[in-house]
Structure formats: structure tokens, C-alpha cells
């Protein structure tokens, strides 16, 4: 059977529309056989006519929204969400309106937080935003207000669930705002941070080598009430200390599982071109961002559900491909078996919202 065809149930249980659901498959499928998000290289892989393949991309991202269908990958049954922004170089783009300047100070692109939730190793992701030094000049906006923007799209879906954010996101504005607004959350401090405890005394952060120390009921720079937890692992040249509103070493446990997005971020780069996103346009540019999530967690699942069927149990091989490695790089026929385990997983994950497309 065709893959495509394969893939049409997935897109049915995510679009509304049915015939944007064909769209969408014809162009997931397309995205998935050129490992690449270029409209010019999707319309070709897409099969038959280049040109019309390409206006029917145009058309289809002017008429939907795939952002709005990316947030169903949110996981109801995840313990916690995954936060973290990823530069997108474009170092040939300076004059796109969205592409500003990197953390370098020199280097022209843009910035991706990517929020997600872990699934067998690696993460779905589940809704992002973009923003670069242009446009928050543009905008007179701030990078803590696209952070603020990101969060925002999932706060009625986090309930208790914590964010689990990275060293880039310890600052007190953030704090003071997740509180406000009832998010927990699981943050890696900076170096240099301050903390007093309830007699208004600063607190010292330090631990000893291979050992962990845990802080409870200490004051974020005299502000935000938090449990703090350190921990100096042998061989690294430092330790790693952890803030959260959970206790501390609960915050801990999740901090250490965050690697998952980063894991992802390898995947989409190294297997899906990620890198290669180039749209004239800020909104056409989300939008393929979008689809190429979409396409990556559709390769994820329907690869985990390859796994078993590849590989004998306990096998080296069966824990050393992630699962959109073997969906993609293998390349093995989908079983109906396969097909079976992935549309219940499928199900199982999409979350009910709706999508309007």
C-alpha cells in the first residue's frame, strides 16, 4: 500500500476538514520522503507535477493553520513539559524581515522555543514560537515576552504539570509570572544566583564533590519562594543546582529527563533538515515549522511502533535507533500490525482540541 495512503488516517483524527486532511497528508508525506522542510524539495517528492505541487502547498498554508493543529500533540498523560529555544542560523537571509542577529552578535537567523512532551526517549513537540532581535525591535516586545507568548498557548492544558525550562529561562520576571499565574514549574539556575532564606539572610549555594544538597523554603533573589537542589556529580567540573515550586528533588528528577528535546532538536536537524526552513515570511515560516513537527512525531510514533517488529527483544539494535531514525533511515514496510499500534498510540496522545481547519 502506499504510504501516503497509510498516513491519511493520522490526518483524518487530526484536521477536521477532510479534504485538508488529504492536503496535509500529500504534503506530510512529501515532507517525510524529502527530509526536508523546502517547498520546492516537498512538491517534487510529493510526485507528479513540481509546479502544481507547490501552489497547492502556497494554497494550503494560506487557507490553515497548522500551528493550531500541533498543539493536539500536547500529552495529557505526560508528567511534565518540556521547554527550549534552538538558533536557526540563516546567515544568507539578513534582509527577511524576521531573521535578526544570534547570540554571537554577528551570525543573521532567528530563534525557535520549542515546547514538547517526552515520549519513549525522544519528545513530541507541541507548540513553539519564533523571535529574533528584528522583531522584538519591531514589535517593542522583549525575548521574556515571547517566552510569556509560548507558555501562554498551553496554560490551560498544563494543569499541575510543570514546566521544565534550562538556565535561559532563570530570570524573575518569568518566575514572578509562572507564579501569578499558577504554573509550576522546574528551572536550572545560572551561576550567581541569589537566594535568602525567610530571616531575609543570603544563603550560600554551595556542595561538596559527588554529594547533593537540598535548600527548602528559600526567597529567588528575595522574591519568589522556591525548594532548591544541588548536586556536584564526579568528573564534572561543577555542580548543577535546580529551582522549582515542587519539592526539590522531585524538580531534580525532571530537570535530568529534559534532554529529550534536545535529543529531538538532533533528530530534526540531522534527519529532517531542519536547518534548510527558509520562508520569505514570518507566518508561512511558522506555519512550515508547524508541518515539520507534525511530520516528525507522525515518524517517531509509527517508528516506535517499528521497533519491536525490527529488532529482537533485548537486542543492542532495538535501544540504539530513536524511533524517527528507523521511520525514516530504514525505511521498512508499515505492517498492519504496525499500523495498528501506531493509530492507537496515535489516539491516545492527540489531545481534543479543535482545530478549525
Not at 477536521?16 to 520546492?40: E, F
Not at 494550503?60 to 498543539?71: H, M, S, T
Not at 514570518?282 to 515549522?289: D, I, L, S
Not at 531514525?325 to 498510540?345: A, G
Request: with cysteine; charged share 20%; proline share 5%.
Amino acid at each position: 500500500m502506499n504510504k501516503c495512503t497509510q498516513l491519511l488516517p493520522f490526518l483524518r483524527d487530526l484536521f477536521d476538514d477532510q479534504g485538508n486532511a488529504w492536503k496535509a497528508t500529500r504534503i506530510v508525506d512529501g515532507i517525510l520522503k524529502a527530509r526536508s522542510p523546502r517547498l520546492s524539495e516537498i512538491a517534487r517528492a510529493m510526485g507528479g507535477n513540481e509546479a502544481a505541487n507547490y501552489k497547492c502547498i502556497q494554497r494550503f498554508l494560506d487557507a490553515n493553520d497548522p500551528r493550531q493543529v500541533l498543539l493536539r500533540f500536547f500529552r495529557e498523560q505526560a508528567p511534565f513539559v518540556i521547554g527550549d529555544p534552538t538558533e536557526m542560523p540563516r546567515p544568507q537571509a539578513k534582509h527577511t524581515e524576521y531573521v535578526g542577529t544570534l547570540s554571537d552578535g554577528e551570525t543573521s537567523g532567528y530563534w525557535l522555543l520549542l515546547l514538547a512532551t517526552p515520549f519513549h526517549g525522544r519528545a513530541i513537540p507541541c507548540g513553539f514560537v519564533s523571535y529574533s532581535s528584528r522583531t522584538i525591535n519591531q514589535e517593542a516586545s522583549s525575548r521574556n515576552q515571547h517566552h510569556f507568548a509560548a507558555f501562554a498557548q498551553v496554560k490551560e492544558l498544563l494543569g499541575s504539570k510543570p514546566l521544565v525550562l534550562d538556565r535561559e529561562f532563570s530570570y524573575l520576571e518569568l518566575l514572578e509570572n509562572l507564579v501569578t499565574e499558577g504554573v509550576n514549574f522546574v528551572i536550572r539556575l545560572k551561576t550567581g544566583a541569589h537566594f535568602y532564606d525567610q530571616a531575609g539572610n543570603r544563603v550560600e549555594l554551595s556542595v561538596p564533590t559527588g554529594k547533593t544538597r537540598i535548600l527548602n523554603q528559600v526567597y529567588y533573589k528575595g522574591k519568589v519562594l522556591v525548594n532548591v537542589v544541588g548536586i556536584w556529580k564526579k568528573g564534572f567540573s561543577g555542580p548543577m543546582w535546580i529551582m522549582t515550586n515542587l519539592s526539590a528533588m522531585v524538580g531534580l528528577t525532571y530537570y535530568l529527563q529534559r534532554m529529550k528535546i534536545e535529543e529531538a532538536f538532533r533528530d530534526l536537524k540531522s534527519l529532517l533538515n531542519f536547518q534548510k526552513l527558509m520562508n520569505k515570511h514570518r507566518t508561512q515560516m511558522e506555519k512550515m515549522v508547524a508541518f515539520l513537527l507534525i511530520a516528525y512525531a507522525l515518524a517517531l510514533i509509527l517508528g516506535e511502533a517499528l521497533r519491536s517488529q525490527l529488532f529482537p527483544e533485548g537486542s543492542r539494535k532495538q535501544s540504539m535507533f530513536s524511533g524517527p531514525f528507523i521511520f525514516l533511515k530504514l525505511k521498512p514496510d508499515l505492517s498492519p500490525p504496525v499500523l495498528s499500534l501506531s493509530r492507537s498510540t496515535f489516539s491516545q496522545i492527540l489531545c481534543p482540541v479543535r482545530t478549525h481547519v
